[in-house]
């Protein structure tokens, strides 16, 4: 059976209480805390930095935390989210002049690397890195706001990758993030996912154990 994950994308939680928050979050079954970073230049939103990261480790979070780096340039802030506690950490190839390069730097930091294509970004970015990648990160809408909805096409995408990942027979990761609700889990799970990011689902209800449940059934069935 596959083993699936779930990853709260924190952007929608309340900022003025974020590790109650996120101890929330993992009390109701989440899996990996999903950290969205956004620069106001590589995607027109502003949002957290390395310090946050760091916090939510002082305060006593443990769970993995899967770090997106929506911005441009990449390489300055690896380092940095590595120190600061990052497990997983990914980014868009676009916005790094040198992909192997970066994804280097991030193993040699000692964590977890990915790339995230944006719904326009072709695969091809894979072709000669497969080897360095344990993540791939399929976005379902463009980056830069929670609450939008699932782009369909992106399904036939997660086939593709799916594909891609089976044929080089290494365990990489195949992450979903934008739109993904519990009406829609089984079906992107059917078409190839075993991690997904869900903010507004999660956060914008009173129970995130009832919707966590809930996906969780949904992936069962
Ligand atoms: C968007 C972010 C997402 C976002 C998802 O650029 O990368 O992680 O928080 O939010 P929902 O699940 O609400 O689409
Ligand atoms: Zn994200």
Do not use: W
Request: charged share 25%.
């Amino acid at each position: 059976m596959t083993d699936y994950l779930i990853a709260p994308s924190i952007l929608s939680a309340d900022f003025a209480r974020l590790g109650e928050e996120v101890d929330r979050v993992l009390q109701a079954g989440a899996d990996v805390v999903h950290f969205d970073v956004m620069d106001n230049h590589y995607v027109p939103n502003l949002t957290i930095g390395p310090m946050v990261c760091k916090a939510l480790r002082d305060y006593g979070i443990q769970a993995p935390i899967d770090v997106h780096l929506m911005v441009k340039p990449v390489d300055s802030l690896v380092p940095q989210f590595a120190d600061a506690g990052a497990s997983i950490i990914t980014f868009h190839p676009e916005a790094s002049d040198h992909v192997d390069r970066t994804l280097s730097l991030i193993k040699e930091q000692g964590c977890q690397a990915g790339l995230v294509f944006n719904p326009a970004t072709p695969l091809s970015y894979l072709d000669y890195v497969m080897d360095k990648v344990d993540v791939i990160l399929l976005m379902s809408v463009n980056p830069g706001f929670g609450g939008q909805s699932f782009i369909d096409g992106t399904l036939d995408k997660l086939r593709e990758a799916r594909r891609r990942i089976d044929n080089s027979g290494r365990h990489i990761r195949l992450e979903i993030d934008g739109g993904v609700k519990v009406d829609n889990i089984r079906a992107i799970a059917e078409a190839g996912a075993d991690m997904f990011v869900a903010g507004s689902a999660i956060f914008n209800q009173p129970d995130y154990k009832a919707v966590i449940d809930q996906m969780r059934s949904e992936l069962a069935n």
